[in-house]
């Protein structure tokens, strides 16, 4: 998708009204020329918020970032892992925000996807990047693998990592070797032959980024189908994959109360569903469009106050929902 296809697309979605705010809310959205002084946008750090309001069963349910239990693998001779490369933007060898534990961090190239509020449009291209080998990244990996245990493991995002799908296998393999565990952070893209069936057999834990639940504001946000990731979701409960979803809180694109009350709802009906990681939008990402030359999609939307996002978080929570949101 061009960048005047993806202004008309902006253009083109619905937006739609926030859950209702006081006045005392609405006047601390902050100047659109720029971030207000305490906005959720200032830091990519995100932790765990829960309201004292919610119920003292759901606290102990809520009382860690991600909760859920990975397996735990004995190291296993590697040798007959096969070697395979692939294209990758970057690595970062200590995240506490992408998975349980401390996780090494790998970000691959190319995605179908052209979001209006990407952040890394540098990823698109399936051919920038550096080549890279799966034994070097297992190398990369074992380096610092102590420091990992014994929750941590590796996370592979993107752009999109399923659309390097033996690759990120192979390198789920040298890792379930290493003794850890393995996260893929997705939107779904691909088929279940070609992509889900190469890489979900490896996969531990997902992190499903989901766009949105209306499947026509899917596509004007992505520019692509939502049909993909409504399949990959049908995968994790059949292969009993434990998920967390994360959704992009945007003011005026996701934050509708109709959408919300929908996503709660899908929520409820997937078997293996863990919690909502809410990442209230930022314009932290703005500038690489610059650098590329292409006009920023959303221009002149303000990243969500706090009380409007506290306000979600709440709705969330009364609904049985666990959440993980920045702060």
């Known amino acids: 998708m061009n960048a005047a296809s993806m202004s008309c697309a902006a253009t083109g979605l619905q937006r739609s009204g926030p859950l209702a705010m006081n006045a005392a809310t ?3 959205t902050g100047p659109a020329s720029g971030l207000p002084k305490h906005s959720w946008g200032a830091s990519a750090r995100r932790a765990f918020v829960a309201p004292a309001t919610i119920s003292e069963r759901l606290q102990r349910k809520l009382s860690t970032n991600y909760s859920v239990v990975l397996p735990q693998y004995e190291p296993t001779d590697p040798s007959g892992i096969p070697e395979v490369f692939g294209n990758v933007h970057s690595t970062e060898s200590m995240s506490a925000v992408d998975g349980p534990g401390v996780r090494f961090l790998v970000f691959v190239q190319g995605c179908a996807m052209r979001c209006l509020f990407c952040s890394n449009p540098g990823t698109w291209t399936l051919k920038g990047g550096n080549k890279t080998s799966s034994k070097e ?6 380096r610092v693998r102590n420091y990992l245990k014994p929750r941590g493991g590796i996370t592979i995002s993107g752009g999109e990592a399923m659309l390097q799908p033996h690759f990120v296998s192979t390198v789920f393999q040298e890792v379930h070797a ?9 939107t779904g893209q691909g088929t279940k032959a070609g992509n889900w069936d190469v890489v979900l057999p490896h996969t531990d834990l997902v992190l499903f980024c989901i766009k949105h639940i209306d499947p026509i504001k899917y596509e004007a946000l992505t520019g692509m189908k939502q049909r993909g990731a409504s399949g990959f979701a049908d995968q994790l409960a059949e292969r009993k994959i434990p998920f967390y979803l994360r959704y992009v809180y945007i003011p ?3 934050d509708g109360v109709k959408d919300i009350d929908k996503l709660i709802e899908w929520c409820k009906q997937q078997p293996t569903f863990q919690g909502i990681e809410l990442l209230p939008y930022h314009v932290l990402g ?9 006009p920023y999609p959303l221009d002149g939307t303000n ?16 609904n049985d929902v666990p959440v993980i949101c920045a702060e």
């Open 178 to 186: 290493l003794g850890l565990n393995t996260t893929v952070d997705t």
């Open 303 to 318: 990243t969500p106050p706090h009380e409007q996002v506290r306000a979600v978080i709440k709705v969330f929570n009364d």
């Open 286 to 294: 703005r500038n690489k469009w610059e650098v590329m030359g292409l």
């Open 252 to 254: 005026g694109y996701t």
């Open 26 to 28: 609405t006047s601390r």
């Open 137 to 142: 990244i297992a190398a990369d990996i074992k």
